[in-house]
């Protein structure tokens, strides 16, 4: 009798829990107001900031309910903008979502993934590259580079590389919005290398005539100060000479 008693109230609670959790699409609608709120861009003077309360929020609702659908759409414009702020932002609601939902999220997603990230990636924004390596970084750790559907992901992210050394060697400076300035460019290289060391084989060549490239631009001003000191030397002299006579 008391082990029925104990069923019919274990099946009790679990059908007032059933009850208590909200629909599916309550709960998408939770999600999709969190990321709204996080995406806010206006002057925020509260400490912590509603966006990144909001973003702890986010996280502590994925970790909640794990089978809330998140859609890309969300926040994938967040990831095209001009301001810099608004892309780091997106940068840190695609990692908190990709803390849960990695896999089936990256997946599914994962042509408008590439485009977004190696569009971060290119950017002359050292904050938002930085940010973008951060989430490349998850992918790396768990993703193996020889799976299929994710090797477009990192052939894309190889040419950016490619593209970045290639023209740090050839160019007299500056970026634009297909070849990052070559800081940029090893720090996608070094995250690279600290998830799977055989990546950065491809690109030692082209990696140490930067290195060159980059002693040769540091040594030359003291050339140049050097050489001048010398003619000025020169000239005095001369000049010293010619009054002596």
Known sequence: HDVKEGKLAGAEAAAAAAAATPSRSILDMI????????????????????????LALLKDALKLWPNVMVK????????GMDQVHVVCMGLQILQVVLEF?????????????????????RSPSLNVVNAACKVMRKICRAFPPQQSKIMPFFR???????????????AAGGANADK????????????????????????????????????????APARDDAARGSAAGDSSASTSGTAAA
């Not at 939902?101 to 990636?121: D, P, W, Y």
């Open 31 to 54: 999600v999709n107001l969190l990321i709204r709120v996080a995406s806010t861009t206006t002057v925020q003077r509260d400490s912590p900031p509603l966006s990144q309360r909001a």
């Open 156 to 170: 894309h992210i190889s040419d950016i590389v490619e593209v970045g050394l290639h023209h740090a060697i050839t």
């Open 101 to 121: 939902h990695m896999t089936s999220f990256v997946l599914t997603n994962m042509k408008s993934i590439q485009e977004a990230i190696g569009r971060c990636l």
């Open 72 to 79: 890309y759409a969300y926040f994938e414009k967040l990831l």
């Open 180 to 219: 990052p300035p070559i800081h940029s460019t090893v720090l996608i290289l070094s995250t690279l290398a600290a998830e799977n060391p055989a990546k950065l084989e491809p690109h030692l060549s082209p990696l140490l005539k930067v290195l060159l490239k980059l002693a040769r631009d540091h040594c």
